[in-house]
């Protein structure tokens, strides 16, 4: 009942008062990003699978210019990211606009992080049961590792949330990524400034 419900019902309030009281953060944040991007923009707007693997367009920070190489193509992320960029992501700052996601419905507070489109073919069965709620701000897997654990166990970690939601637990994960937001655990994946691609399962 809570998962398919109430649970709803809690992000909208949620999400309606987290947006009023950090307001102020996004506006001061969204100042310094655009001057930091050099005025290019201030959002980053992308378009991910949802629940039952609909469409949406997830709205964040964008913390990362579009500078290109000689080639044309864009250059390699840690190169694009700006000192800015970093402490936002740091501090998960840029994940603050989804905030509209969640009161538009297309996104929960807590749920499976919302993943790229071209992920959908390469998930295993068990794998894609992940999109059975809505994606969240944060989740379980980001409090038992973010982007410092494998796709495998990720993807894992989602299902058993599908499995495990109750109210209780989505207050354990909001207490736990407070934890982690202080503590700046797993923000990167060892070695690189974002997390690597999801290549398949071999």
């Given amino acids: 009942m809570y998962k398919f419900l109430f649970k709803r019902i809690f992000d909208f309030i949620f999400a309606f008062i987290l947006f009023i009281v950090f307001f102020p953060i996004l506006l001061i944040t ?5 001057i930091a991007n050099r005025n290019i923009h201030v959002f980053f707007i992308q378009v991910r699978p949802g629940k039952d693997g609909k469409l949406f367009s ?5 913390t990362m210019t579009d500078e290109k190489g000689a080639d044309g193509k864009l250059l390699p992320d840690e ?5 800015v960029g970093k402490i936002v992501r740091a501090i998960s700052l840029d994940e603050l606009p989804q905030l509209i996601n969640v009161l538009k419905g297309d996104m929960a507070l807590i ?5 790229l489109v071209q992920y959908l073919p390469l998930y ?6 992940r999109h059975e709620v809505r994606p969240g701000i944060t989740g379980w897997a980001q409090c038992h590792g973010r982007n410092a654990i494998s796709w495998a166990e990720k993807f894992e970690l ?6 495990h939601c109750s109210f209780l637990l989505d207050l354990k994960i909001v207490a736990l990524t407070v934890w982690k937001v202080f503590s700046r655990e797993g923000v990167t994946k060892e070695g690189q400034a974002t997390t690597d691609y999801f290549n398949g399962n071999n």
Avoid: C, H, M
């Fill in 111 to 115: 749920g499976p992080r919302p993943l």
């Fill in 158 to 163: 989602d299902v058993w949330y599908v499995d």
């Fill in 30 to 34: 969204a100042i310094v990003l655009g």
């Fill in 79 to 83: 190169d694009r990211l700006t000192a």
């Fill in 124 to 129: 295993t069965k068990e794998q894609s049961r």
């Fill in 58 to 62: 997830i709205l964040k920070f964008k």
